[in-house]
Nanobody, 117 residues
Framework: QVHLVESGGGLVQPGGSLRLSCTASGYTFDLYAIKWYRQASGKEREFVTRISPYAALIDYAEFAKGRFTASRDNAKNTAYLQMNNLQPEDTAVYFC??????????WGQGTQVTVSA
């Protein structure tokens, strides 16, 4: 059974940093890309970044470029999202997701990121 668990969220001041983790189980981790999304209260879920199986291709939403960095450690079945210079508008629940090319789409439970002074 595919399982994704995010961690690393929390409360941070504007300009601060957080590193989120997404640990996967139940499938061969290095076969699929990992995507990160976020959802602010009262808003739709939005795409943040996608990292290919061996990190050869990483795409970012415009708001993430230059501030967020996606990475992964396939030996640990874990993907990471390093977020720097966080701003109040980055406050959201952050989710990781794997789309197994028609075999199913799986989401983690999310981790809350709050940026506030």
């Amino acid at each position: 059974q595919v399982h994704l668990v995010e961690s690393g969220g929390g409360l941070v001041q504007p300009g601060g940093s957080l590193r989120l983790s997404c640990t996967a189980s139940g499938y061969t981790f290095d076969l699929y890309a990992i995507k990160w999304y976020r959802q602010a209260s009262g808003k739709e879920r939005e795409f943040v970044t996608r990292i290919s199986p061996y990190a050869a291709l990483i795409d970012y939403a415009e708001f993430a470029k230059g501030r967020f960095t996606a990475s992964r450690d396939n030996a640990k079945n874990t993907a990471y999202l390093q977020m720097n210079n966080l701003q109040p508008e980055d406050t959201a629940v952050y989710f990781c997701m794997v789309d197994q090319d028609g075999r199913g789409t799986y989401w983690g439970q999310g981790t809350q990121v709050t940026v506030s002074a």
